[in-house]
Each structure stands twice: as structure tokens, then as C-alpha cells.
């Protein structure tokens, strides 16, 4: 079994996790309250395993719990990935990044570390992006088949192509 607490490359970071997260733990959370979903804050998801996201990274507020003590998220890319995974989608604010809807993941609240801003307001989400969410998390965590899906990712796309044909 490998020893954690050496002063290897791996024995390092799981030590400095260990010193978050007793920060994460000790964290007073009385300003969760001002939490809104639909927000975008910086989340520490702490040290991985395998391929699980890790880091201080941006998420969006999806749902919360009714005392808000927990929090289901959405991670989001620095840049647009423009790829064609369905369960990628690309915000439609470009400083937003990529919504990476397979690693939607339920944290605690202590893990929230201070909101995204993005021209002194915190960011949000747009309406529209919150619907073609929706859609992609019920077709890929409900199994359902939705063609409106597809066809509005394609057609935001294609709307998107034309915008940067525009552009250039």
C-alpha cells in the first residue's frame, strides 16, 4: 500500500487537501443564505481520484437542499469546448465556458468559496441556458429521449457559427 504522507509529488498535494478541508470543515456558513441557483461561484472540489474533476474551479448553482447546507453543481470549463458531446454545452457567454453536464455532483455548501464575477456582477446563467440544461440533464440522467434537444443544440450551433462567420 503507498504511504500518502510522503514527501512525493502525491504525498504533497493529499497533505495539502488534508489542511483544506479542515478549512472546508471549519468554515462558518451563515452567508449561504445569499446563495441564489443559477449563480456561477468558485468551488473547491479538493483532491481527485482517477479522472474526477479536482481543484477551485467555477460551478454552476443548480438546486440546493432547503436549508441550502448542500448544493447540487455544474462544473464548467475555463473556454468553450465546442465539441460534440451532447452532455457539453456551451454557455452562451463565452467567459462562462462549457457546462459539463456528466459531472453534475451534489457538494456542501462549506465548499463554496466566493462568486464568479464577470464585469463586477456575479454571473449568471441565461434563461435559455437553463432550459437547454434541463433538457440535456433529462436525457442523459433520465434516459429520455428528447429530440427538441438535439435540435437546439444544433440549431445554437449553427446560430453560433454564423454569429463568428459574422465575426470574421
Known amino acids: 500500500m503507498k504511504d500518502n504522507t510522503s514527501n512525493n509529488p502525491d504525498g504533497v498535494s493529499y497533505n495539502k487537501w488534508c489542511k483544506d478541508k479542515l478549512k472546508l470543515i471549519n468554515k462558518n456558513t451563515n452567508d449561504t443564505i445569499s446563495l441564489k441557483v443559477g449563480a456561477i461561484y468558485w468551488v473547491d472540489l479538493g483532491y481527485n481520484i482517477g479522472s474526477e474533476l479536482r481543484k477551485l474551479r ?9 436549508n441550502k447546507k448542500m448544493w447540487t453543481v455544474i462544473p464548467l470549463t475555463s473556454k468553450h469546448k465546442g465539441d460534440n458531446y451532447y452532455f457539453h454545452y456551451d454557455l452562451l457567454d463565452k467567459k462562462l465556458g462549457t457546462a459539463r453536464l456528466e459531472n453534475l455532483i451534489n ?5 463554496i468559496r466566493e462568486p464568479y464575477y464577470i464585469n463586477n456582477k456575479i454571473a449568471t ?4 441556458d437553463n432550459d437547454v440544461i434541463l433538457k440535456i440533464i433529462k436525457k442523459y440522467y433520465a434516459f429520455e429521449e428528447i429530440k427538441e434537444t438535439n435540435k437546439t443544440i444544433r440549431n445554437y450551433n449553427r446560430t453560433k457559427e454564423n454569429r463568428e462567420k459574422v465575426l470574421t
Not at 457538494?107 to 465548499?111: A, G, L, Q
Open 58 to 66: 467555477p460551478v454552476i448553482l443548480w438546486r440546493s437542499s432547503s
Open 107 to 111: 457538494i456542501s455548501s462549506n465548499r
Open 125 to 128: 446563467i441565461t434563461k435559455k
